[in-house]
């Protein structure tokens, strides 16, 4: 007992040192408790192994314990890990990483996850984004188709996602222009960047630029996603803008758009048949992809590099020249009906070509019809189109 008395006040001194909070990432403290036993042990239960050691302590049981502290319970820590998951659709990593780097404000932790997605999304914006959506928004005066690109099919599906490509096709509907009935516009993407949203989704909400909104959006996916092209259509004076969007898992988005102008000659000509009309046209836009509108928008390169084609074709046949030429020409005809809109066969009724069709809409209406302008459009064309646009080259062309 005197030796335990002897030993006691040196130990209550280590007592205290070890109590001492100990600073590391799990936020525990170690602890040395003792009791009088006949044996030394530690903590998880498990009795040291004293017969490495000359002189053991008989009389004095000293035990060695963690004790984990933390400002949250466990519960208390789920639930934030799971509010902060729903707020933000971080990766579950991600948003316990920030909570514990804020002690379990949930506020700060949100705060320190965007200011993360900025450095985020300028690591990923290296990363190939094929993949995405295309949005239409349409008004009275004219229609907006803008593409959201990411990198995979499953993010496109993403309903964050979706809800984003359809903001940014609206919030590029109030963008003024030049009205130009005849063409599509060409809108850039540095021409939407700066452009303030006004977003209300449980996840993606309040007023922020174009850009700041998609860095949000990395943050989010955990892929690159980026401004594809954007173009707009003008709703012609007497006329219909048509639309149709294809593989669309709701109403404004899809991956392959088809847009059509229908112009009428009468302003007093019923707009429904022409509408009908309008909208067949744009389907059939979709799953014929027609390359020029018509014969006369083939540009002389395209043809002539077309003309040597089928000539070299027609000469390994070994016919004459006077053959040759017919076969040529055929050919040529052959070629129209596959690429020129005016010349192609209508897709539900093989019967009709779309210039008979027009021809049949205008004995209905009583005026004539024809299309002013056309626009298809597949997920990871927008950048390609607008590229050559800029260059004045015909969009067909680039298809």
Known sequence: MGFTRGVKRPIEMLCKKLNTPVN????????????????????????????????????IG?????????????????????????RTSAPIKDVKSALIACDWDIESAQKELRKRGFVLA???????????????????????????????????????????????????????????????MPVGPE???????????????GEKTVQNAITELVAMMGENVRLGGAFAMFVPSYGVLSTYLHQSPQRGVGRIIGLLSLE?????????????????????????????LAKEDVSSNVLGREREILKSQAESTGKSQMAIDKMVEGRLIKYFEEVVLMEQKFVMDDTLNIKTLLKNVS???????????????EVGEGLRRLEASSKTEPLAEAA
């Open 24 to 59: 590391c990432s799990h936020s525990y403290s170690t602890s040395l408790v003792y009791r009088e036993m006949s044996c030394t042990m530690f903590s998880e239960n498990k009795p040291m192994d004293t017969s490495n050691y000359s002189n053991p302590i008989h009389g």
């Open 62 to 86: 000293i035990f060695f314990t963690r004790n984990y502290s933390s400002q949250a319970s466990t519960p208390e820590q789920m639930n934030l890990i799971k509010q902060l998951r729903e």
């Open 122 to 184: 300028s690591k990923k914006s290296s990363r190939v984004a094929a993949e995405g959506m295309l949005a239409l928004a349409q008004n009275k005066e004219k229609a907006v188709v803008v593409e959201l690109n990411c990198e995979t099919d499953f993010v496109a599906r993403n309903e964050i996602f979706q809800y984003m490509a359809l903001s940014l096709a609206k919030s590029a509907l109030l963008l003024e222009g030049s009205k130009q009935s005849s063409c599509t």
């Open 191 to 205: 021409c939407l960047e700066d452009l303030m949203m006004n977003l209300d989704h449980p996840k993606l909400n």
């Open 264 to 292: 009428v000659e009468d302003q007093n000509a019923p707009r429904d048949a022409v509408q009908r009309v309008g909208s067949e046209i744009a389907m059939h836009v979709v799953a014929a992809k027609p390359l020029f």
């Open 363 to 377: 004995k209905e209406v009583g005026s004539a019809v024809k299309i002013g302008n056309y626009l298809r459009m």
